[in-house]
Nanobody, 128 residues
């Protein structure tokens, strides 16, 4: 599975931005797609995830109510709509696909080390 992330950019606080993650290859083997982010000088953290088989979304508390993850299965694309952005959202955003059946349970959805398929990252910078 190959992932292509796009949509990052420089915005002002309060603005919105939508990231896209398009999968190619053996997409039928994807259990769910997640977004993670790594702020400057920080560690990679879970942002949101969505099952490709119909399960509900899962969000980090820091983005709940502001970010929305959605999927277009016909396009093999997962979107991350980000509203009310603030400078703390500045980070490199990565999408990842879970293809390992050993980690298909929702228990692992936030554990970045269990993902083996990653996109290249897209920079989001929010100015105050």
């Amino acid at each position: 599975v190959q992932l292509q992330a796009s949509g990052g950019g420089l915005v002002q606080a309060g603005d919105s931005l939508t990231l896209s993650c398009t999968a190619s290859g053996s997409t039928s083997g994807i259990y769910y797609v997640a977004w993670f982010r790594r702020p400057p000088g920080g560690e990679r953290r879970f942002v949101a995830a969505i099952s490709l088989s119909g399960g509900g979304p899962n969000y980090a508390d820091s983005v709940k109510g502001r970010f929305t993850i959605s999927r277009d299965t016909s396009e093999n694309t997962v979107y991350l709509q980000m509203n009310s952005l603030n400078p703390e959202d500045t980070a490199v955003y990565f999408c990842a696909a879970q293809t390992n059946p050993a980690y298909s349970h929702i228990t692992f959805i936030r554990k970045d080390r269990t993902y083996r398929n990653w996109g290249q990252g897209t920079q989001v910078t929010v100015s105050s």
